[in-house]
């Protein structure tokens, strides 16, 4: 899962698909990172902790890191939140198979559209409340495909 600063959208992301996978009973290693490393080392947003807690979801011991260009080589899926995002992965791709792993999350949900989740740290709780119900849908998504 990954966003620019790992500390609103991709730890949400992360957060819903563990918990999901662990319900599930079904296994798989998740992650988040940003593209940026302006956060490297910070909590989530504090409004993305309290939004995940709502739905019974702990992240707040995640830590932000930065994408790793060996993240494409380490990982079956990488998701992005957003076209700028899926761009500076995909710039750090060196094979076609490591292309093939990039991918839109909202694209989960089979839309003819490119749909970015958009970033809610300048838009109030509603913001992270939308950017979590979105997440949700698409990680029902991607579990039901494990």
Known sequence: MVCLGNICRSPLAEGILRDKVNKSG???EVDSAGTSGFHEGEKPDS???EVARQFGIDISRQRSRPFRASDLQEFDLIYAMDQSNLNN???LAKTDEEKSKVKLIMDELESSVAISVPDPYYGG???FKNVYLMLDKACDEIVKKL
Do not use: F, N, P
Request: charged share 40%; glycine share 8%.
């Open 26 to 28: 079904k296994s798989a």
């Open 47 to 49: 409004r993305s902790i």
């Open 89 to 91: 992965i995909l710039d």
């Open 125 to 127: 709780e509603d913001g």
